[in-house]
Nanobody, 121 residues
Framework: QAQLVESGGGLVQAGGSLRLSCAAT????????MGWYRQAPGKQRDLVAG???????NYADSVKGRFTISRDKAKNTVYLQMNSLKPEDTAVYYC???????????????WGQGTRVTVSS
């Protein structure tokens, strides 16, 4: 059974950095797009960053230049390096995987359980 397990969330001061990791098991994730969504309290879940099986990356405008997504196919793991964090980055971050590409609405995704990121001002 396909499973995504996130780690690396926590509390950090504004301007700091965190690295999220997501390990995938149970499916051929090497041919899937993988990425990260986030959901702040009272808001919808939004796509933050994605990477396809061929290495194409895309980012939400709000994180461009600050976040970097990468994947290690041999380890079936995707990472999100988050630098220059802002209080508005506070959210639960969810790892996701999907054949083809990730959609803004998250349709058809496998989901992780989420990891909380809190950025204090």
């Amino acid at each position: 059974q396909a499973q995504l397990v996130e780690s690396g969330g926590g509390l950090v001061q504004a301007g700091g950095s965190l690295r999220l990791s997501c390990a995938a098991t149970g499916a051929i994730f090497s041919i899937y797009a993988m990425g990260w969504y986030r959901q702040a309290p009272g808001k919808q879940r939004d796509l933050v960053a994605g990477v396809t099986s061929t290495g194409y990356t895309n980012y939400a405008d709000s994180v461009k230049g600050r976040f970097t997504i990468s994947r290690d196919k041999a380890k079936n793991t995707v990472y999100l390096q988050m630098n220059s964090l802002k209080p508005e980055d506070t959210a639960v971050y969810y790892c996701a995987a999907r054949p083809g590409t990730l959609l803004d609405g998250g349709q058809g995704n496998y989901w992780g359980q989420g990891t909380r990121v809190t950025v204090s001002s």
